[in-house]
């Protein structure tokens, strides 16, 4: 699993410096919205393997679990997806907004190739984190890093397009 984090995340940075770059020379909000988007999720996923941030959400988790009828470890899962889904939504439904109608075609398949992300980060992931099989750990790094590789793959084609055209102008 730790070669297939460590690709995850460097394909994240790469799509992130892309959109970034992309965005500052075509003066694209929706790329930065985009290129903030996957700098969260590397950060968050970061933050998840972090132990000072687990013990710290273990302690409200274990407090809450007193008053819901469920465990804290199914808490812990729940409240990090929710709080992604709602961070991730909202930044995607910004970037979709903010999208001028010449970059609208790539913003909404880079908000495709997003949700392809999210099925392998959330729902298989919640599978996985569940343990009922290891072919489900390896369906989310794996599902999750090709993706990715996708996802960089558009971006770098994104910026050589938008450098010949700017080259060309």
Same mark, same amino acid.
């Given at each position: 699993?730790?070669?297939?984090?460590?690709?995850?995340?460097?394909?994240? %940075?790469?799509?992130? @410096?892309?959109?970034?770059?992309?965005?500052?020379?075509?003066?694209?909000?929706?790329?930065?919205?985009? /290129?903030?988007?996957?700098? %969260?999720?590397?950060? /968050?996923?970061?933050?998840?393997?972090?132990?000072?941030?687990?013990?710290?959400?273990? +302690?409200?988790? =274990?407090?809450?679990?007193?008053?819901?009828?469920?465990?804290?470890?199914?808490? =812990?899962?729940?409240?990090?997806?929710?709080?992604?889904?709602?961070?991730?939504?909202?930044?995607?439904?910004?970037?979709?907004?903010?999208?001028?109608? =010449?970059?609208?075609?790539?913003?909404?398949?880079?908000?495709?190739?997003?949700?392809?992300?999210?099925?392998? +980060?959330?729902?298989?992931?919640?599978?996985?984190?569940?343990?009922?099989?290891?072919?489900?750990?390896?369906? =989310?790094?794996?599902?999750?890093?090709?993706?990715?590789?996708?996802?960089?793959?558009?971006?770098? /084609?994104?910026?050589?397009? @938008?450098?010949?055209?700017?080259? %060309?102008?």
């Amino acid at each position: 699993a730790v070669p297939l984090d460590i690709l995850a995340t460097l394909f994240k %940075l790469l799509s992130v @410096a892309g959109l970034l770059v992309l965005g500052r020379m075509t003066g694209s909000t929706s790329m930065r919205l985009i /290129g903030l988007l996957l700098a %969260l999720m590397v950060v /968050g996923s970061l933050m998840i393997d972090a132990a000072w941030f687990n013990d710290a959400l273990h +302690v409200v988790t =274990e407090w809450m679990e007193g008053f819901l009828p469920v465990s804290s470890g199914f808490i =812990e899962l729940a409240g990090s997806f929710v709080a992604l889904a709602i961070v991730a939504g909202y930044l995607v439904l910004a970037a979709h907004r903010a999208a001028r109608p =010449e970059e609208k075609r790539a913003v909404l398949t880079l908000i495709g190739v997003l949700f392809v992300v999210g099925i392998f +980060v959330g729902p298989v992931n919640a599978v996985a984190a569940a343990g009922i099989n290891r072919e489900w750990l390896f369906a =989310e790094d794996f599902g999750q890093v090709v993706s990715l590789a996708v996802l960089t793959g558009y971006v770098s /084609g994104l910026v050589a397009s @938008a450098e010949r055209s700017a080259r %060309l102008t």
